[in-house]
């Protein structure tokens, strides 16, 4: 099988693996930074042209697409999509769940679980908006905020108000949400391969921070989770549309509640912290599914693929 990985850096860990997976199981694997690529779509034969070559022949796409070129990025994979070339994530489902209003809005809809959440842009009625929310202490968060970047914890009514009033003062959109006390710090990340949660860990957040990213300092460890977590995780991705992502969770007194749904998790934190070869189920569930020509719909059922319209 020719796989094509599409990524900016090949030596972050993340896809140093997915090209020695790929490699130990005999497929050919290009990494194509999407940056460099141009799109021809002007012809009736869609192309991307890479490095002054037209990229033909691939069975499937792996995308590792920045948060910070989500537009462009998805863009090339749509237009590997309307050439039949199979997509690990499908770009839809990458733009749902880079929009954290939107994939909310989608997992509400799904009777996920979450967290009671506000969306606002006038913030200048900041009382109202912790009412919604359930009071202080609440967590501020930018929508295009990664890896922690972007969120803040509002820990009294006063200072709550004071930052919400400061992201209005920049005219940027927030999430004002409930901060789950009884979560201690932590959080649960599942990593979802198809319809299975091949790992899951626990996080920790360095001690005096809430966030319990991994690049922030925080710890993990493997952790078994309970059924209700592991249908919620499987529940949040069908939502989203991904056939791989990773599923942020909280377990709060009224059960698990989703935070985030990534469709390009890092595997490192993961790998090491369960010793999971995840790299290695994720180029064998291209194995089983890319030759078929399916894609994943919503419901995590599969149907012949379409050309992108």
């Not at 108000?161 to 999430?175: C, D, M, P, R, W």
């Not at 078994?224 to 499987?234: D, F, G, Q, S, V």
């Amino acid at each position: 099988m020719k796989i094509g990985l599409l990524c900016r850096n090949p030596e972050l860990y993340s896809h140093r693996r997915l090209v020695e997976a790929a490699e130990e199981r005999g497929h050919d694997i290009d990494v194509i930074d999407h940056l460099r690529c141009f799109i021809d779509i002007a012809s009736n034969d869609p192309e991307v042209h890479y490095k002054g070559h037209s990229l033909t022949g691939y069975d499937a796409i792996i995308p590792r697409i920045g948060a910070s070129v989500t537009f462009f990025g998805t863009a090339v994979l749509r237009q590997f999509e309307m050439m039949d070339v199979y997509p690990l994530n499908e770009s839809v489902g990458i733009s749902r769940s880079r929009d954290k209003l939107r994939s909310m809005q989608l997992l509400s809809r799904e009777g996920v679980g979450l967290p009671v959440t506000v969306f606002a842009h006038r913030t200048s009625d900041a009382e109202e908006l912790l009412r919604i929310a359930g009071g202080a202490p609440v967590i501020i968060k930018l929508l295009e905020g990664t890896q922690g970047i972007g969120v803040v914890l509002g820990e009294t009514p006063k200072a709550a108000e004071s930052i919400i009033q400061a992201f209005g003062g920049v005219k940027t959109n927030i999430l004002v949400q409930q901060f789950v006390k009884e979560a201690n710090g932590e959080d649960i990340r599942c990593l979802v391969v198809g319809e299975k949660v091949v790992a899951a860990m626990i996080r920790r957040g360095k001690e005096g921070d809430f966030r319990s990213n991994l690049h922030r300092g925080g710890s993990a460890e493997a952790i078994k989770i309970t059924a209700a977590e592991r249908a919620t995780a499987l529940k949040a991705a069908n939502a989203m549309g991904l056939n791989v992502c990773g599923v942020d969770m909280l377990r709060s007194n009224d059960g698990p509640v989703v935070m985030e749904v990534n469709s390009s998790p890092g595997l490192e934190g993961v790998e090491k912290a369960t010793g999971v070869d995840v790299a290695g189920k994720i180029i064998e569930f291209l194995e089983k599914n890319a030759r078929a020509g399916r894609t994943r719909t919503k419901g995590g059922k599969s149907r012949k693929k379409v050309k992108v319209a």
